[in-house]
């Protein structure tokens, strides 16, 4: 399903197990994905009605558990074979690093130079190490689900290539630095 947002896979893997509503979908969409972005209430509607329109899942009734109607989902046969299509395609590796933590300090180099650049490195390394210990805990609490660990250890791993590379920056900005002003 290429050009299909990942919030519409991940519904339609969610819709897979049976059929439900965009509140139901949108909670378990953060608890399966914990350690993602949150999916926003009007993205959860907006993304239902895309797939809904483009024939992956359809309106099978009408839910009120003491409230409101709640309108119930499920996938069709079109959205179990597209997921089953996204299933199977492995994702390439990303052809071009995109980050916000790349450019800033590229930025505070080139704009402000070393000085500046081992400040934001410094203060990049702590939060990245204070988040590290938070993650490595959610893997020690009995309570954490497998799909907590999961996560955490999806996070852990690119914290620890974040750590890494801050680390190897900083030593290359500090010999940078003793260079210039020696």
């Avoid at 009120?64 to 390439?92: I, M, S």
Wanted: one cysteine or more; hydrophobic letters at 40%.
């Amino acid at each position: 399903m290429r050009g299909v947002s990942l919030a519409s896979n991940v519904l339609l893997g969610l819709l897979s197990t049976g059929p439900q509503h965009g509140y139901e979908l949108k909670r378990a969409y953060d608890e399966h994905l914990p350690r993602a972005k949150p999916l926003a209430f009007g993205q959860t509607y907006a993304t239902l009605g895309r797939l809904e329109r483009d024939g992956l899942i359809e309106q099978t009734g009408r839910d009120r558990e003491g409230g409101p109607d709640r309108t119930l989902y499920a996938v069709t046969d079109a959205g179990r074979a597209a997921l089953g299509e996204w299933l199977d395609t492995v994702e390439p590796p990303a052809p071009h690093v995109t980050s916000v933590l790349l450019a800033k300090v590229m930025v505070a180099l080139l704009a402000t130079g070393s000085g500046k650049a081992r400040e934001c490195l410094a203060a990049q390394r702590a939060a990245h190490s204070a988040r590290l210990r938070e993650l490595t805990a959610v893997k020690s609490d009995p309570s954490a689900s497998l799909g907590d660990v999961v996560a955490a250890d999806f996070a852990i791993v690119h914290l620890d290539a974040d750590l890494r590379w801050l680390r190897t920056t900083l030593e290359r900005v500090a010999d940078l630095h003793r260079e210039v002003h020696a």
